[in-house]
């Protein structure tokens, strides 16, 4: 019998696209001149989708570099694991990366977009005295595309009113949208309802949108809620009244509040249940291996990390790290200005594998590596007191920030 | 001590070149196109063999070895792991870009996904870091720009500008 001639027709657009949505971005860039129907294609919402979708298992970083000589901000992205190996050969001594305008921060990074926010003030605080109004923007960035969108509607907030304002980025993949939240606080004011307030900006939209109040009193050390799971999450206090000393900050009066971007309707989740637990320094709200995770300064005496292993199961919490400064070889000495603040150790990302915390020292601005395994502790000296160091997870995508 | 034998229970699968091949209902279910054909009830696994004019012997055999490898080797200690990337690495150095296009088709036609989605991304590793004139030439795609617009495109890195302006 004769064997019948297969037509060989060429590859569909759906297997093309499946091929394509596992190269990373810079080769599609170049890939769009191979023909109209690819370029047309590599465009396409749902080759964006898929894409995202590869892209999110090779997590590099978004680092924060504020030059501490130069006081000047840049911005990079690198691979994790050449930064965690040689962080000194990822940050020069002249820090690389993109200069960043001073009135403009950085607020999250979610799905390849970097959300930075600006403010007419230049360092987003409510220093300034002469203005009863704070004008608050945002912009979107697609750091790999080379794509920013336009300012986002402008925020007007009360300065006589509100003190402190804590903002979080993140995307509901329900309504597929990118969401910006502005936290603002009160603390002076009497009545619970006149405390906060909740405002939602959606990518796209021509305006702003109040929400339902924030359900307890932000603890906004941070001013950055950290985006989990389709949820904002920020520190927040329990019973706060005027008067109260956020100095002295016990763990058992701190809550997280956690905001659902898709239905915009809150939950709390309690802390570690510790018991006879002195005051904690610095309590910091983190994402490090895909969970939230809290830090704390303990008697400045240690470094202490939980985590969160199961997203909103509170019997989940973990202890990972409780490790002395002595250990971390960090000399503590006390902070030199009365207040709220001491120094101390904040968690910048994890390995890959999970062995590997890296920490930045903020009385030295030294980075730390701390081997979680084997209890190792190694110190990237050469960037001592050059950097103050932040970092967010980043996906390189081809999501438009518009 | 003579056992009797176990009764049937294969899949026969006839390729369009060669004899027919059995393999067991657990492989035969990660190929969505001959899965439905299972549930079809008309169907009687154990007499009817399943013609597949589309697909040769060769790739057929090549989608069972690595399906039979890969459900072998579910675990995830390092040796396996490492084991596992010394197979795939072997399976696709047989290959020459033609035949992996051909397997690409097969393995699309009968739907495995695990086996589909192993050779897109052995095809994107392929592509990477080769001209968009080898890219082409692979596809067999037909440059339909003029030589004006794809050096516009070429230039600007980014798709599109629309909506952004400067500070």
Not at chain 1, 152 to 181: M, N, R, W
Not at chain 2, 26 to 41: G, L, N, R, V, Y
Not at chain 2, 66 to 82: C, I
Request: net charge negative.
């Amino acid at each position: 019998m004769e064997i019948p001639a297969i037509d060989q027709p060429g590859l569909s657009d759906d297997l093309i696209m499946e091929i394509l949505s596992w190269l990373p971005v810079i080769y599609l860039l170049q890939f769009r001149c191979v023909c109209k129907s690819w370029k047309s294609l590599i465009s396409l919402p749902s080759f964006v989708k898929l894409h995202l979708e590869r892209s999110l298992k090779n997590v590099n970083l978004f680092l924060t570099l504020n030059d501490l000589n130069e006081n000047a901000v840049s911005l990079m992205c690198c691979d994790k694991r050449s930064f965690l190996e040689y962080p000194s050969s990822v940050i020069s001594d002249h820090g690389g990366g993109v200069p960043l305008k001073d009135k403009y921060w950085v607020i999250g990074s979610c799905n390849g977009l970097i959300c930075l926010h600006g403010s007419t003030f230049e360092d987003g605080e409510f220093e300034v005295a002469e203005y009863d109004c704070g004008e608050y923007w945002f912009r979107f960035w697609n750091p790999t595309l080379g794509l920013r969108s336009k300012k986002s509607p402008l925020l007007c907030v009360d300065l006589d009113h509100f003190d402190a304002i804590e903002c979080g980025f993140g995307y509901d993949k329900a309504s597929d949208t990118y969401k910006v939240v502005a936290i603002l606080s009160n603390t002076s004011a009497k009545e619970d309802s006149e405390r906060t307030q909740v405002k939602v900006y959606t990518l796209g939209d021509h305006c702003w949108r109040d929400i339902q109040p924030f359900p307890a009193f932000p603890y906004n050390f941070e001013k950055q809620g950290r985006f989990l799971s389709g949820t904002i999450n920020t520190l927040a206090l329990q019973n706060f009244s005027p008067g109260y000393n956020l100095g002295k900050v016990s763990i058992d009066q701190l809550v997280i509040v956690s905001l659902d971007l898709g239905k915009e309707t809150y939950q709390q989740f309690l802390l570690p249940d510790v018991v006879n637990e002195a005051p904690i320094h610095n309590p910091t709200l983190v994402v490090l291996m895909d969970c939230l995770c809290l830090s704390y300064d303990y008697k400045t005496t240690h470094f202490v990390l939980w985590q969160m292993k199961e997203y909103g199961i509170e019997k989940s919490w973990t202890q990972v790290v409780n490790i002395s400064y002595e250990h971390l070889q960090i000399q503590r000495f006390p902070f030199p200005l009365p207040g709220p603040r001491f120094y101390s150790s904040m968690p910048l990302c994890v390995s890959e594998n999970g062995d590997v915390l890296m920490l930045i020292d903020d009385q030295q601005y030294e980075m730390i590596l701390y081997n979680m395994r084997d209890n190792k502790v190694q110190h990237a000296d050469i960037l001592k007191n050059r950097f103050q160091i932040f970092a967010e997870d980043y996906v390189e995508s081809l999501v438009l920030p518009w | 001590m003579a056992k009797t034998p176990e009764p049937k229970r294969t899949i026969s699968l006839k390729p369009c070149d060669g004899d027919v091949i059995e393999v067991s209902p657990m492989i035969a279910k990660q190929m969505q196109t001959i899965q439905s054909f299972i549930e079809d009830d008309s169907f009687i696994a154990t007499t009817t063999i399943i013609p597949l004019p589309n697909v040769t012997a060769f790739q057929l055999s090549k989608i069972i070895d690595y399906l039979n490898y890969h459900s072998n080797s579910k675990a995830v200690a390092d040796n396996v792991k490492e084991s596992t990337k010394k197979f795939d690495e072997e399976f696709l150095k047989e290959l020459e870009h033609d035949k992996l296009k051909e397997l690409l088709h097969a393995a699309n036609y009968l739907n495995v996904k695990e086996v589909l989605d192993f050779l897109c991304q052995a095809v994107a590793d392929l592509i990477q870091d080769k001209s968009v004139k080898f890219v082409r030439k692979f596809f067999g795609v037909v440059n339909d720009y003029s030589v004006e617009e794809e050096e516009d495109i070429r230039r600007t890195h980014a798709w599109a500008f629309e909506g952004v302006e400067e500070d």
